[in-house]
């Protein structure tokens, strides 16, 4: 059974930055597996913000974050990172970590995820 542990989240001025941390464990070969990172806010459903693959790092970016935030991993620690720059008030949401299925192409779609992380708070104030 993977475990996804996020960190690093809080509360942050608008133009400000922050990154997210997740680690994960209990899955062999963490670097044949994509991981993507999404978001929600009350109300409304789990969005996609950011992927990255498992072979050779390729990165995708919802529009809303593209030049803002960067998706990064590495595979000895196994552990993903979301370095979050210039956000704002609209970038307020629980983030989630997530990991897609060996050898495929990262989760953009919540039905895509094999498992979530608990989530952590960002709250960007104006």
């Known amino acids: 059974q993977v475990q996804l542990v996020e960190s690093g989240g809080g509360l942050v001025q608008a133009g400000g930055s922050l990154r997210l941390s997740c680690a994960a464990s209990?899955?062999?070969?963490?670097?044949?597996?994509?991981m993507s990172w999404f978001r929600q806010v009350p109300g409304k459903e789990r969005e996609f913000v950011a992927g990255?693959?498992?072979?050779?790092?390729?990165?995708y970016y919802a529009d809303s974050v593209k030049g803002r935030f960067t998706i990064s991993r590495d595979n000895d620690k196994t552990t993903v990172y979301l370095q979050m720059n210039s956000l704002k008030p609209e970038d307020t949401a629980v983030y989630y970590c997530?990991?897609?299925?060996?050898?495929?192409?990262?989760?953009?779609?919540?039905?895509?995820?094999?498992?979530w992380g608990q989530g952590t708070q960002i709250t960007v104030s104006p």
């Open positions: 997530t990991i897609g299925s060996q050898f495929t192409d990262y989760p953009t779609r919540p039905d895509s995820v094999d498992s």
């Open positions: 209990g899955r062999a070969f963490f670097n044949t597996y994509p």
């Open positions: 990255i693959s498992w072979k050779i790092a390729k990165t």
